[in-house]
């Protein structure tokens, strides 16, 4: 079946614009993350959703950032006024639930570029 | 919270030869230990994943990795690396409160 896709797969923008990033989860995963993978840096967590749950926000950096999910579905996350330091890979996974243990899924990512 | 470290930044090591990627993780209770690798430009597969029982995991493409609680680690280890395993390998432990954390990875050449 399909795996997690994103969108775009790259990103060039210029600092202080906004930029959105799409992901949609395998179909029938309630649960979703964002990460951010800096160069040479591990995976930051930073927002995860749960079905209708609220959301766990507590992986943001900064109010720039914000992150929804439309209909247990699909999710965006929206960077605002952009900084070069937030160039990086960011990946979307999914998972059936969230569960200790629950094998997460991961995208391609999404590379943005922050002139 | 739980944390892992991944002391090698890169290993080169020849095609054929044995590898073992170091993980060590810190974790007050029996951990969820993962292993991903991520390919150039793509996003992380998961190699292999221990939650208990034997402490010698069998993953995908020939990995393997065991659990030693007394050193708390979790490294992985194939015996003969091909040129196709050459990417970029994470080590991950979950815990009971659902969180997940990863370390920086292991960037793996491999010489012809």
């Known amino acids: 079946g399909a795996g997690v896709s994103q969108s775009p797969s790259n990103k060039v923008t210029e600092k202080g614009k906004d930029v959105e990033l799409r992901c949609d989860p395998i179909?029938?995963?309630?649960?979703l993350y964002w990460y951010r993978q800096s160069l040479g840096q591990g995976l930051e967590f930073l927002i995860y959703?749960?079905?209708?749950?609220?959301?766990?926000k507590s992986g943001l950096p900064s109010d720039r950032f914000s992150a929804e999910r439309t209909g247990g579905s699909v999710s965006t996350l929206t960077i605002q006024r952009t900084q070069q330091e937030d160039s990086a890979v960011y990946l979307c996974?999914?998972?059936?639930?969230?569960?200790?243990?629950?094998?997460?899924?991961f995208g391609p990512g999404t590379r943005l570029l922050v002139l | 919270a739980q944390s892992v470290t991944q002391p090698d930044i890169h290993i080169t090591v020849s095609e054929g030869a044995s590898l073992e990627l170091r993980c060590n993780y810190s974790?007050?209770?029996?951990?969820?230990l993962f292993w991903y690798v991520q390919s150039p430009g793509q996003g992380l597969q998961l190699l292999l994943k221990?939650?208990?029982?034997?402490?010698l995991v069998q993953g995908i493409k020939g990995f393997e990795a065991e659990f030693k609680r007394s050193q708390s680690s979790f490294n992985l280890r194939k015996p003969s690396v091909h040129w196709s395993d050459a990417a970029e390998y994470f080590c991950?432990?979950?815990?009971?409160?659902?969180?997940?954390?990863f370390g920086a990875g292991t960037r793996l050449t491999v010489k012809p």
């Open positions: 221990y939650f208990s029982g034997d402490t």
């Open positions: 974790y007050g209770a029996t951990p969820y």
């Open positions: 991950a432990v979950g815990a009971n409160n659902n969180d997940m954390r």
């Open positions: 996974a999914s998972s059936l639930e969230r569960a200790p243990g629950e094998t997460q899924y």
């Open positions: 959703f749960q079905g209708n749950s609220a959301p766990d």
């Open positions: 179909s029938g995963h309630t649960a």
